[in-house]
């Protein structure tokens, strides 16, 4: 059963501190979205990666957040320094992009708390 | 830039009654339409997908969609709500970088 994995599920840090959320692709996805979701904003794109390549960051902060492909089995999202704003649920979704659109596949989220 | 906008963030149905959520989309090319849903604490899973194939769509648990261009509609129906059917719902259209945007969502309440 092919699905995008998240980790942590649940983070619950103190703010200043250094965050950083994993996310493994579905295998043969080339393509990795990280979506922010809050009650104020609803879902918003921060970043995707094609090929890991990232391809467009613009709705990322870029003073504390940072986005990488390691290699094509782990995306990371890391936040440095925390802050109390920060706080809501990122989704990585992965998917393979056909010619006109890439339909997504949602891993269940982490769960960010920043006190 | 491709949008779109769910009317009502609310909608409760009683069980068994039909079920209608609103979405209409804006784009400027022929537009790629996607319903999701996101059961508590977890992540969004696909429903159905226009992409222009045929008008009417049917997805999975009884959902369909009929993209209307005239009126720049998506809306989401099923004739018969019921309690498993409670969650958020997200229409999104494909942009032109072919990644989804997504609509703010309406949560879905079943009343007994």
């Known amino acids: 059963d092919a699905r995008v994995t998240q980790t942590p599920r649940h983070k619950v840090t103190e703010m200043g501190q250094e965050v950083t959320m994993r996310c493994q692709p579905i295998?043969?996805?080339?393509?990795v979205f990280w979506y922010r979701q809050t009650m104020m904003q609803g879902l918003e794109l921060l970043a995707y990666?094609?090929?890991?390549?990232?391809?467009?960051d613009s709705g990322m902060p870029k003073d504390r957040f940072s986005a990488e492909m390691p290699d094509a089995t782990l995306a990371t999202l890391k936040i440095q320094p925390s802050e109390p704003r920060d706080s809501a649920v990122y989704f990585c979704?992965?998917?393979?992009?056909?010619?006109?659109?890439?339909?997504?596949?949602f891993g269940q989220g982490t769960r960010l708390t920043v006190v | 830039a491709q949008s779109v906008t769910q009317l009502g963030s609310h909608v409760s149905v009683s069980e068994g009654a039909l079920v209608l959520l609103r979405c209409n989309y804006s784009?400027?090319?022929?537009?790629?339409l996607f319903w999701y849903v996101q059961y508590p604490n977890q992540g969004l899973q696909l429903l159905l997908k226009?992409?222009?194939?045929?008008?009417l769509v049917k997805g999975i648990n009884g959902f369909e969609a009929e993209f209307k261009k005239s009126e720049t509609s998506f809306h989401l129906t099923k004739p018969s709500a019921h309690m498993s059917d409670a969650a958020e719902y997200f229409c999104?259209?494909?942009?032109?970088?072919?990644?989804?945007?997504f609509g703010s969502g309406t949560q879905l309440t079943v009343l007994p």
């Open positions: 990666f094609r090929n890991r390549a990232p391809l467009d």
């Open positions: 295998l043969g996805h080339n393509t």
């Open positions: 979704a992965s998917g393979f992009p056909g010619p006109l659109y890439t339909e997504a596949f």
């Open positions: 999104a259209v494909a942009g032109s970088a072919r990644q989804l945007t």
């Open positions: 226009y992409t222009s194939a045929a008008t």
């Open positions: 784009s400027s090319v022929p537009p790629y």
